[in-house]
Structures are given as C-alpha cells and as structure tokens.
C-alpha cells in the first residue's frame, strides 16, 4: 500500500491545494467530476471545483494544510476506492485555529490514457449519512 499510485497522486494533489495552485490540482479530477463542499452542497465539473477551492482557500484566510494519514484503497479494473484518514489544519481567522480528522472517500477512475483522475472527492465520507439534506 505504501508505494501504490493512487497513494503518491493524492499526496501531489494535497500539495497542490496547499500551495493553493487550482491549475495543477484541476488535473488530478476528471472532466465530469464531483466535489463534496459541505453536506448539501456538491461542485459539478472542473469550473465548478476550481470556484469551490478558491472559496475554500478565502474561507481558511489562505492557510488551509491538508493532508493524508492511515489509506485502504480497493481496486477494481479501471476504478478504485480510496478510503483515507484526511487531516485539515487552517488558521481559519486570525484568532482562531482550525483542526479535523475526516474518513474521506474518493473515487477514481483510469481515463483513456490510464491515468488516475478522481471522479468523486467526498473528504466527508459516511458521515454525509448523518446529513438529511443529501
């Protein structure tokens, strides 16, 4: 598990996000893809996520650091399921500060280059259940 593909592209796009380079990240998600903001609120399509992590970044004040712990990742054919333990810190105002742990969930699907694009990043996974307006 430690040297799978998935694992190092997910790392990659972390760090895209926290340097706050949308442009590099937009290439890890496939065309079509889906995005998890908030419970209820989904961005469809890399217009769509590209708008929702800038938001996100002005939300966090720009100091938004994600990153993976503990992964399992389920493989079948050209798709796979990434089930992570997602660590966020953020200086989310400037006095206070912003920690989580979440089991995220991610979906990935091989495109016709067989390159891992992610089709489906819900960093809120199971918990999305306990949410009645999804």
């Known amino acids: 598990m430690e040297n799978h593909e998935l694992k190092h592209i997910i790392e990659e796009a972390d760090n895209a996000i926290n340097r706050e380079d949308f442009v590099a990240l937009l290439d890890f998600y496939s065309d079509d893809a889906t995005l998890v903001i908030k419970p209820g609120m989904l961005a469809k399509g890399k217009d769509e996520i590209r708008k ?9 004040n720009h100091s938004l650091v994600v990153k993976q712990g503990e992964m399992s990742i389920i493989e079948a054919g050209d798709t796979a399921l990434v089930i992570s333990k997602t ?9 206070s500060i912003f920690s989580m742990e979440r089991k995220a ?27 009645k307006n999804i």
């Open 52 to 60: 929702a992590f800038e938001a996100i970044a002005e939300y966090f």
């Open 87 to 95: 660590l966020l810190s953020a200086n989310q105002k400037t006095d």
């Open 105 to 131: 969930t991610y979906v990935f699907k091989k495109d016709f280059n067989k390159i891992w694009r992610c089709v489906i990043d819900n960093s809120y996974g199971v918990d999305l259940l306990e949410e």
